[in-house]
């Protein structure tokens, strides 16, 4: 008995020792097979993409497949290659019982994940899936400090040459539309009023809706463009703004106009935050400073050719046809479609350049990053006369991602995955939002909203205002001119030539022809008409005040009855009256050429600025630059005081221009250092929605004080801009640093 109870001891002891064995063995192999797989598809990756640079060897736009390492590997040393382990820079760093089968990104489970079962499989699972996220955090700031570093080096190697001379041009055109489409409303205006019948809250309206557009355009843009690449984002950015461009110089009402230039500055508005940050990317430390605001530049060539465009083709109205009485086109539907060529012409040059590498690095796209950085490299050696320099470049560090996939299955119906992936999106874009306010950011973040909302709210304030002041003291030197009549008595008498900024009382018209004339700012007060006849008359600005008009017929004029205030009507009639807008006012070409005039002068003035400012943004610094500009441009603004003429107004325009620029180019550059690039257009597009809501606040507040005192005006702006220098002062230099 005692034999055969240690026979059974020793067999249930063999028989645990073998299923412990067992288990061991099981988890080993299940290992190795894991790691044979990685290796196999690592294998086979490398094998397809060296089928893909045999294949691609002569392409010019990407210069062939990677060079070869000492023993022929793609990636530095081989080691994604050869490494036994089979791991990943990804992966690097965590144990084997943390790796993440690749599968579990697209919902695969493992291949022994079915025999696992129970709570603590689906624990651990849940664990390896869900991380410590400020450990993740961790990790991706240090990764994008490794890289930031190594990405300076590679621009280093690639040099500045022929591809960046192309983006500029490229990219430019971009700015040129963001530029064009500051001035468009306001050159149209005069004209579109007669058509569209205008009021006066209606043109205000009108001219406000553009930066409203621009301010949401900015920061949805920006925000996208972080998260499906600046390129693309600017391509769909610009789709929206020549579409809706195009189709405003069709529509025919006030309310389709008005969301058609709504639409097309929501387009326009991702522009000045995708371009810089888009350029910046391909620029290198000592040359970005320079270029970006070289780039500026642009900007004014925009405005440049709105005014061209607008002074050859708005005043010549011959430019037109009609169909019936319900649809015309007339030459400022022209201008309108020519200032929407700009942006077509932008879309159709950037089709043509790649994304940004630093973007696709950014997100965890090596090989597409490192194929860019070659053409760049080889892009800028054959254009310099050394074919024959190999890019030496073989592995760049990426970035660990922490992006949350949720798939529906194969079942699930199409708009249900497009619901998930754009929640998905706006989650990312708005957590990205928040990013910017984070504790890392957040004081840099303030400061540079106050900068920007005080340099816009005086800049544009002020260019606005500019114009209103000269319109004001061109009225004001017209009523000047006024010619005054009284007691008059005028009988028998046909007036067929033009009346023109005449005041008539107590005036006595009897048996008086008004035939096939125009009147302009014509007054006639407490005056008696009998016996008379108005026939094919046109008006503006021209009242009847406390008349009486006896047997008088009025055939074919626009003297309707709200031009007659106060007045008696005895055996009078109106027959046939004349179909159209019910104008106040109307400005005449040599206004309009005035108006064009001061507008090209004010934006060729920012010329000096822009050289100055490129020139020296790397020598001595943003801050420098800022905060200079700054200061001169807030003491600039108290010789306003002594504007009292209109080529006074316009040389101290054209003064406040060239200088503030700088400080614009130098709040740029600024912008794009200050944050890091899986942050910057979301950051910069932030930034310029603010501006353009400072702008529609400037300018409501700059122009209601027209005509009424010049200290309020004065005041504010050069407030706002000493606050923004001394805050500029606050922040810190990025010169000499590498792009986070």
Known sequence: ????????????????????????????????????????????????????????????????????????????????????????????????????????????????????????????????????????????????????????????????????????????????????????????????EKDMCLSEPNK?????????????????????????????????????????????????????????????????????PIVFSYYSEFLAQEKRGEHLSWLCMFWMIGGIYASAMAWAIIPHYGWSFQMGSAYQFHSWRVFVLVCALPSVAAISALTTMPESPRFYLENGKHDE?????????????????????????????????????????????????????????????????????????????????????????????????????????????????????????????????????????????????????????????DSLFEECYFEDITSSNTFFKNCTFIATLFYNTDLFKYRLVNSKLINSTFVHNKEGCLLSDVSDENNAYMVYFVSFLGTLAVLPGNIVSALLMDKIGRLRMLAGSSVISCVSCFFLSFGNSESAMIALLCLFGGISIASWNALDVLTVELYPSDKRTTAFGFLNALCKLAAVLGISIFTSFVGITKAVPILFASGALAAGSFLALKLPETRGQVLK
């Not at 063999?14 to 196999?40: E, P, S, W, Y």
């Not at 081989?78 to 019982?97: C, I, K, L, M, V």
């Not at 957040?442 to 909302?453: D, G, L």
Request: hydrophobic content about 40%; charged content about 25%; some cysteine.
């Open 1 to 192: 008995m005692d034999d055969d109870g240690r026979y059974r001891d020793g067999r249930s002891d063999f028989v645990r020792g073998a299923k412990d064995i067992a288990k061991v063995a099981k988890k080993q192999v299940g290992k190795k097979m894991g790691r044979g797989a990685d290796k196999v598809a690592d294998e086979y990756t490398k094998r397809s993409y060296k089928r893909f640079e045999e294949e691609d060897d002569d392409d010019d736009d990407y210069g062939g497949g990677a060079p070869s390492g000492g023993d022929g590997g793609y990636y530095r040393n081989d080691s994604r290659a050869n490494d036994d382990e089979g791991h990943s820079d990804s992966t690097e760093g965590h144990d084997e019982d943390d790796e993440i089968y690749e599968g579990e990104y697209q919902g695969i489970p493992r291949a022994d994940s079915g025999k696992a079962g129970g709570a603590d499989g689906a624990a651990d699972a849940q664990a390896r899936q869900f991380r410590d996220l400020a450990a993740c955090e961790a990790e991706r700031r240090k990764d994008q400090d490794e890289l930031a570093q190594q990405y300076e080096a590679i621009l280093q190697e690639c040099g500045h040459g022929k591809f960046q001379w192309t983006l500029y041009f490229v990219l430019g055109l971009a700015l040129m539309a963001d530029g064009v489409e500051i001035f468009v409303v306001g050159f149209v205006l005069p004209s579109a």
């Open 204 to 272: 205000g309206m009108l001219g406000l809706i553009v930066y409203l557009g621009m301010m949401v355009g900015a920061f949805v843009w920006g925000g996208l463009a972080d998260r499906i690449g600046r390129r693309q984002t600017l391509l769909i950015s610009l789709s929206i703004n020549s579409v809706f461009a195009f189709f405003s110089s069709f529509v025919q009402g006030y309310v389709s106009f008005l969301f058609c230039r709504l639409a097309s500055g929501v387009g326009i508005g991702g522009s000045i």
């Open 369 to 525: 990053a490192w194929m860019i950085l070659k053409q760049v490299h080889d892009t800028n050696m054959r254009a310099k006369g050394y074919p024959e320099r190999v890019f030496s470049v073989t592995t760049i560090k990426t970035v660990k991602q922490m992006d949350d996939l949720v798939t529906l299955g194969d079942g699930a119906a199409w708009h249900q995955k497009w619901r998930i992936k754009l929640t998905t999106l706006f989650h990312q874009v708005w957590h990205n939002f928040q990013a910017v306010f984070s504790p890392e950011y957040r004081r840099t973040t303030y400061m540079m909203m106050a900068v920007w909302f005080s340099m816009s709210f005086s800049y544009y304030g002020l260019t606005v205002w500019f114009p209103d002041m000269i319109k004001y003291l061109q009225k004001q030197e017209y009523a000047s001119r006024t010619k005054f009549f009284a007691k008059e008595k005028v009988e028998h008498v046909t007036f067929n030539f033009t009346l023109e900024n005449q005041v008539h009382r107590q005036g006595e018209y009897f048996n008086d022809k008004f035939m096939n004339l125009k009147m302009r700012s014509m007054v006639f007060e």
